[in-house]
Antibody, heavy 117, light 111 residues
Framework: QVLLQESGPRLVKPSETLSLTCTVS????????WSWIRQPPGKGLEWIGY???????HYNPSLKSRVTMSLDTSKGQFSLNLDSVNAADTAVYYC???????????WGRGTLVTVSS | QSALSQPRSVSGSPGQSVTISCTGT?????????VSWYQQHPATAPKLLIY???QRPSGVPDRFSGSKSGNTASLTISGLQAEDEADYYC???????????FGGGTKLTVL
């Protein structure tokens, strides 16, 4: 069974960096694409970016200047850093397994990150 | 690029059919056959319902079906059941720059 689990601070101060990690179990992390998707409270979904082993990460153009994603194959984890956060970055952040460019078939449970002083 | 356009809400009675539309442009929905649909119950993660416009993952009932015409994709739910009450999101690949666009979501109420 493939499982994804998000972890990281639930509260981040404005202007600081949001950092999350997704731990993947049940499948080699080298075998797939992996994405981050977020959902502000009461709002819709927004794709943040994807990463895979053999290529460069790809980011949402609206977030590209603030986003960095990385892959740690030895730990079976991938990570998200979002710089200079503000209240609009408050959201539930999901990590997902992405099948190429087509769809996300597996999702973590999501973690709510609040940006507040 | 703007998000895909979905109706905010739809409703139907048990046993009926409902269709949720997802309108994009010739650069996304109209250009690629990579439209997916997700179901989200309150306080849970989205679940994949349809991929590649019409394909259902194993375990998804055949009451759920997808289609596309021009720049608009559609999700049809037949034989509505109470547990179908949820939010539904469409998503389309939109090219190497934008990658993915989501719709704003549609709340389905089963009357």
């Amino acid at each position: 069974q493939v499982l994804l689990q998000e972890s990281g601070p639930r509260l981040v101060k404005p202007s600081e960096t949001l950092s999350l990690t997704c731990t993947v179990s049940g499948v080699p992390i080298t075998a797939s694409f992996w994405s981050w998707i977020r959902q502000p409270p009461g709002k819709g979904l927004e794709w943040i970016g994807y990463i895979f082993q053999t290529g460069s990460p790809h980011y949402n153009p609206s977030l590209k200047s603030r986003v960095t994603m990385s892959l740690d194959t030895s730990k079976g984890q991938f990570s998200l850093n979002l710089d200079s956060v503000n209240a609009a970055d408050t959201a539930v952040y999901y990590c997902t397994r992405t099948v190429g460019i087509r769809y996300s078939d597996l999702w973590g449970r999501g973690t709510l990150v609040t940006v507040s002083s | 690029q703007s998000a895909l356009s979905q109706p905010r809400s739809v409703s139907g009675s048990p046993g009926q059919s409902v269709t949720i539309s997802c309108t994009g442009t010739s650069s996304d929905v109209g250009h690629y056959n990579f439209v997916s649909w997700y179901q989200q119950h309150p306080a849970t993660a989205p679940k994949l319902l349809i991929y590649d416009v019409t394909q259902r993952p194993s375990g998804v009932p055949d009451r759920f079906s997808g289609s596309k015409s021009g720049n608009t994709a559609s999700l049809t739910i037949s034989g509505l059941q109470a547990e179908d009450e949820a939010d539904y999101y469409c998503c389309s690949y939109a090219g190497t720059y934008t990658f993915w666009l989501f719709g704003g979501g549609t709340k389905l109420t089963v009357l």
